[in-house]
C-alpha cells in the first residue's frame, strides 16, 4: 500500500511524516522546508505476527508495509507554480491514497502561510490545487485524442469524456464524484490516474491537549470530520509532536507513553486502520519455521488470487489452501491439534479469503 501526504506548509506534514517513518525529513517553522519528495516505508503493526512466529519458532518474521510519500507543501496556485508543491504532484499520482494533513490547533508560535487557521478553507485550497493539476493532466490528453478523433471512435468518445470531466473539476468538484456512463468510460477514467480520484484521509493534527477525548472538543476537528463524512472520507485525530516522540521509544516505553496520555493506539496505528478500512484491505497470514509473514488483500479476494500475491506460479497452479482462523489455531496450540478439532479448512477455487486466515497453499506448477 502506497500513500501520499498532502497539505499546506506548517500543519505538521513533514513532521508527521518523520514521525511515522522515522526518515528524516526536513522539519521547521517555514514554508517549503521539505523540497524532494520523501519517501520511507513503515511496517505494519501485528501482534499476531509475534504469537504465530513464537508458535513456529519462525527464523524471522515480514510484515505487511506502507510506502509513504510526503511532498512539499501545497499553497494556493501550487498548479500553476507557485511554491515549490507543483513539481511533486506527479509524484502522488501512483498511490493508492491520500492522507491530507490538516492544522487544527492554534498557536501564534507557528505561522499559517494563510494567516489564520480555518480547516474547511486549508482543505479547500489543497482540493484546488489537485483539481487544477488533473485539469492540467486532460487537457495534454485531449490533445492527442482531438487529433485521432475524426477517424477513430474511441478516440472520438474519449474527446466527449474529458470534455464533460473537465466540466465537472472546473465547477470545484472532485473526480470521485464524477458519473461514468459505462465501462469503456470507467476503462478511460481508470487511466487518467487523477489526484482528486483517489480516497482520501484527513489527519486532524492537534496539540497534546486534545488527544486525551480524541479532538471530541475541538471545533476544527468536528469540521473536518463532518466534512470526511459528507465526502466519504475517513478522518482520525493525530498530534505529530507526540508522534515524533513516540518513535524515538522502544515498544515497552511506547506503551507506556500512550497509557500515560489515556492513549490506546499510537498516530500511525490510528492511520493504518483508517488506510485498511477505506481501501478495503485486509491481511492473512502465513508461518512456518523459515518465515511468519502478513500479506494484504482486497477484501472479496479469493483463494487462488491470494495466493498469486506470494508467487504467480501459486495462482497458476493453486490446488488447495488449508485455511485456519488465526485466534484457532493460537487456542489450540499447534496446526496439529487444529487438525484434530476439525479446525482446518480444505478451501477451494472459491473460497473467499477472511482476515486472520492463516493458510498453507498447495499448488501444482
Excluded at 36 to 53: H, Q, T
Excluded at 116 to 145: G, H, M, Q, W
Excluded at 198 to 227: C, H, M, Q, T, W
Excluded at 327 to 338: K, P, R, Y
Amino acid at each position: 500500500m502506497k500513500l501520499g501526504i498532502v497539505g499546506l506548509p506548517n500543519v505538521g506534514k513533514s513532521t508527521l511524516f518523520n514521525s511515522l517513518t522515522k526518515a528524516g525529513a526536513e522539519s521547521a517553522n517555514y514554508p517549503f522546508c521539505t523540497i524532494d519528495p520523501n519517501i520511507g516505508v513503515v511496517a505494519v503493526p501485528d501482534e499476531r505476527l509475534d504469537k504465530l512466529a513464537a508458535l513456529y519458532d519462525s527464523a524471522k518474521i515480514t510484515p505487511a508495509v506502507i510506502e509513504f510519500v510526503d511532498i512539499a507543501g501545497l499553497v494556493k496556485g501550487a498548479s500553476k507554480g507557485e511554491g515549490l508543491g507543483n513539481q511533486f504532484l506527479a509524484n502522488i499520482r501512483e498511490v493508492d491514497a491520500i492522507v491530507h494533513v490538516v492544522r487544527c490547533f492554534d498557536d501564534p508560535n507557528v505561522v499559517h502561510v494563510d494567516g489564520s487557521v480555518n480547516p474547511l478553507r486549508d482543505i479547500e485550497t489543497i482540493n484546488f490545487e489537485l483539481i487544477f493539476s488533473d485539469i492540467e493532466i486532460l487537457e495534454r490528453r485531449y490533445a492527442k485524442s482531438v487529433k485521432l478523433s475524426r477517424n477513430d471512435k474511441t478516440a472520438a468518445k474519449e474527446c466527449a469524456l474529458i470534455e464533460r470531466l473537465k466540466e465537472h473539476l472546473e465547477d470545484g468538484k472532485l473526480a470521485k464524484s464524477f458519473e461514468l456512463l459505462d465501462e469503456d468510460e470507467e476503462a478511460l477514467f481508470a487511466t487518467y490516474n487523477l489526484l482528486t480520484a483517489k480516497p482520501v484521509i484527513f489527519a486532524a493534527n492537534v496539540k497534546e491537549d486534545d488527544l486525551a477525548d480524541d479532538g471530541a472538543s475541538n471545533e476544527y476537528v468536528k469540521a473536518v470530520r463532518d466534512f470526511a463524512a459528507k465526502n466519504g472520507s475517513e478522518a482520525f485525530v493525530i498530534c505529530a509532536q507526540i508522534e515524533q516522540e513516540i518513535a524515538e521509544l522502544d515498544d515497552e516505553e511506547k506503551k507506556l507513553f500512550l497509557e500515560d496520555l489515556g492513549l490506546s493506539e499510537s498516530g500511525l496505528e490510528k492511520l493504518i486502520k483508517a488506510s485498511y478500512s477505506l481501501l478495503g484491505l485486509i491481511s492473512y497470514l502465513t508461518a512456518g519455521p523459515t518465515e511468519t509473514r502478513a500479506w494484504t488483500i482486497k477484501k472479496g479476494t479469493k483463494a487462488p488470487q491470494a495466493a498469486g500475491k506470494i508467487h504467480s506460479d501459486f495462482e497458476r497452479g493453486f490446488i488447495k489452501a488449508e485455511v485456519v482462523n488465526y485466534q484457532n489455531l493460537l487456542d489450540c496450540g499447534s496446526i496439529a491439534v487444529a487438525k484434530e478439532k476439525g479446525l482446518v479448512g480444505i478451501e477451494g477455487k472459491d473460497y473467499v479469503m477472511k482476515d486472520g486466515d492463516v493458510v498453507l497453499f498447495r499448488f501444482n506448477v
